[in-house]
């Protein structure tokens, strides 16, 4: 008797582990706080993703002064994507350092004068997409009726707020 088998199917790559599998989004990551109160984040820079710079690039790219490169965001963003490619990697892997902040002396007034720091183009994207990922996570953890540092909340919406709650308690 002869035994027929199916062909075999095709090998797919193996896709466990970390490294191959994309970080989830930022409402993914929302959403996972949310519903799962007891889960712990420990580490935000798997988190840090080329998408997320990209996303941040497009809020961050105002006619600000050339940082310690010495380019303004227009020449900048001409090589954001290489430059993107080269840093992204190494943050996440914990191995980027920010570059030195250029000092530059503001003439008040009084004759005195204001120090000002400007940093380089990345490491002030760096700092808006921890912040950005770490909202999304900890958001869900404040109550609705808190208002301070919050995305669309803040002390005028506290202040108009107010008086409602104080006539009718809520």
């Given at each position: 008797?002869?035994?027929?088998?199916?062909?075999?199917?095709?090998?797919?790559?193996?896709?466990?582990?970390?490294?191959?599998?994309?970080?989830?989004?930022?409402?993914?990551?929302?959403?996972?706080?949310?519903?799962?109160?007891?889960?712990?984040?420990?580490?935000?820079?798997?988190?840090?993703?080329?998408?997320?710079?990209?996303?941040?690039?497009?809020?961050?790219?105002?006619?600000?002064?050339?940082?310690?490169?010495?380019?303004?965001?227009?020449?900048?963003?001409?090589?954001?994507?290489?430059?993107?490619t080269?840093?992204?990697p190494?943050?996440?892997?914990?191995?980027?350092r920010?570059?030195?902040?250029?000092?530059?002396y503001?003439?008040?007034?009084?004759?005195?004068a204001?120090?000002?720091?400007?940093?380089?183009?990345?490491?002030?994207?760096?700092?808006?997409?921890?912040?950005?990922l770490?909202?999304?996570?900890?958001?869900?953890?404040?109550?609705?009726?808190?208002?301070?540092?919050?995305?669309?909340?803040?002390?005028?919406?506290?202040?108009r707020?107010?008086?409602?709650?104080?006539?009718?308690?809520?």
């Open positions: 008797m002869t035994e027929v088998r199916s062909p075999p199917r095709p090998l797919r790559p193996d896709t466990v582990g970390a490294d191959h599998q994309p970080p989830p989004s930022l409402p993914g990551r929302a959403h996972k706080a949310q519903t799962d109160k007891p889960h712990r984040v420990r580490d935000l820079s798997g988190g840090l993703d080329a998408a997320l710079f990209l996303d941040g690039w497009g809020d961050l790219t105002t006619p600000a002064a050339s940082g310690v490169e010495g380019l303004t965001a227009q020449a900048y963003a001409v090589t954001f994507q290489a430059n993107l080269a840093w992204a190494r943050l996440q892997g914990r191995r980027y920010a570059t030195r902040v250029r000092r530059w503001l003439p008040q007034e009084n004759g005195a204001r120090p000002v720091g400007i940093p380089a183009r990345e490491d002030t994207l760096v700092p808006w997409a921890g912040a950005k770490w909202t999304a996570i900890s958001a869900q953890d404040l109550l609705d009726g808190r208002d301070g540092y919050r995305p669309g909340r803040g002390a005028w919406e506290a202040v707020d107010l008086p409602f709650a104080l006539q009718y308690g809520t």
